[in-house]
């Protein structure tokens, strides 16, 4: 039987438009966003190690990701907003 606590684990939630844009440039998938409160978005993603050891990096500015693939990403995200 699984818990909230157990879907908690297996989701990462952000409501900061670069990080997310920089996970989905490196591939990972957007699973959906959450408009409950409309002064915000939530951008979720599945967790996984992989997604937790690039947001360390994200955070800590080792993060490396190609300009071009980084610009489209935010394109993308941006019409998902609209």
Known sequence: MTTPLDNYEK?????????????????FDLETLDRQNP?????????SPELQKTIKKYFSNQLKVNPQLLFASQKTLKTYLH
């Open 11 to 27: 989701i990462f939630e952000t409501p900061d438009f670069g990080l997310a844009t920089a996970l989905t440039t490196l591939g």
């Open 39 to 47: 002064a915000k978005v939530v951008f979720i993603f599945q967790n």
